[in-house]
């Protein structure tokens, strides 16, 4: 996703997003049907875990605690990689459910998974490759909370946090069971037609409010100053989800400039207020850190 968000600065003099001078109405139409994909992907996650949304996490579900060593440099190309092994048989979970608690006291029941289960899914979501190193061994785990980012804010969820050999790092994993999480598959990557458009970061908005703010990475000056751009936005909306669609209107199409990007913030108005809906970015259609303020 930063690369993709980086690819989209420094091919558009650091301002992003699609206006009148890269397509017109087909550079917005195609964003409109990327839009709709999207919706159409996340409606399916959401039926896949059960019909209910309560708990999405927005990016990496494994974690880290503390630094990496001199000694242990490699290590943390090793996590990345999935490259994790047990040195020793691991726990399973002490009860059957924990709770999913948000900042703004609401709460779920979700089914808890194994350590051993966590450990294979962190395994599993590696990518990469770190170069044939050593496999990080894991020497132990206990069942204990971590605070990720969700789309309706930041929750304290159960975590497995696992001990590992030659290092004071400890490592988590959400430990909360696939069937209560809803999980948002992207489309494949094709680098010959790669998606278009400029991909929202967050978003911000209030209890009960048709508006939201997003924040991306655009041009660092207004559209009244060389290699400037305003920005517009546009929703497309369903049950379940929204995608923010964000246009440029640039100083100057095909100009040369420095390939700078900052962060730039724009509104856009909702048909109705969010709700429990989550925020896609148009790009991959995947959800967005969300801050709800009272």
Not at 26 to 49: E, F, S, T
Not at 246 to 268: D, S
Request: proline share 6%.
């Amino acid at each position: 996703m930063l690369w993709i968000a980086v690819a989209a600065v420094l091919g558009g003099c650091g301002s992003g997003g699609i206006g009148p001078a890269e397509g017109g109405s087909g550079g917005l139409d195609r964003l409109r049907k990327q839009a709709h994909d999207a919706l159409a992907r996340y409606d399916k996650a959401v039926l896949d875990a059960g019909g209910r949304q309560g708990f999405v996490p927005v990016g990496d579900l494994t974690g880290q605690l503390g630094d990496w060593e001199p000694a242990n440099g490699e290590n943390k190309a090793g996590l990345a990689s999935g490259r994790v092994v047990a040195a020793t048989a691991l726990p399973a979970a002490p009860q059957p459910t924990g709770t999913v608690a948000w900042d703004n006291g609401v709460s779920q029941t979700v089914p808890l998974i194994s350590a051993e289960e966590a450990l294979r899914q962190l395994i599993a979501a590696g990518a990469g490759d770190c170069g044939g190193c050593a496999p990080l061994e894991v020497t132990g785990a206990k069942l204990t909370t971590t605070q990720i980012q969700t789309t309706r804010g930041r929750a304290t969820v159960p975590a497995w946090e696992y001990a590992l050999k030659a290092t004071a790092v400890r490592v988590t994993r959400v430990a909360v069971g696939s069937s209560a999480i809803v999980k948002v598959t992207p489309p494949s990557w094709d680098p010959y037609n790669a998606p278009g458009g400029l991909a929202i970061e967050s978003a911000t908005t209030t209890v009960g409010s048709r508006q939201l703010t997003v924040a991306f990475t655009g041009s660092p000056n207004p559209g009244n100053r060389p290699c400037g751009a305003d920005y517009s936005t546009e929703a497309v909306e369903s049950a379940n989800a929204v995608v923010v669609i964000v246009i440029a209107h640039r100083y100057l199409p095909g100009e040369t400039c420095n390939a700078i990007g900052a962060r730039r913030t724009a509104t856009v108005d909702l048909a109705q207020p969010l709700g429990e809906r989550a925020v896609l970015e148009v790009q991959q259609g995947m959800p967005v850190t969300l801050m709800i303020a009272a």
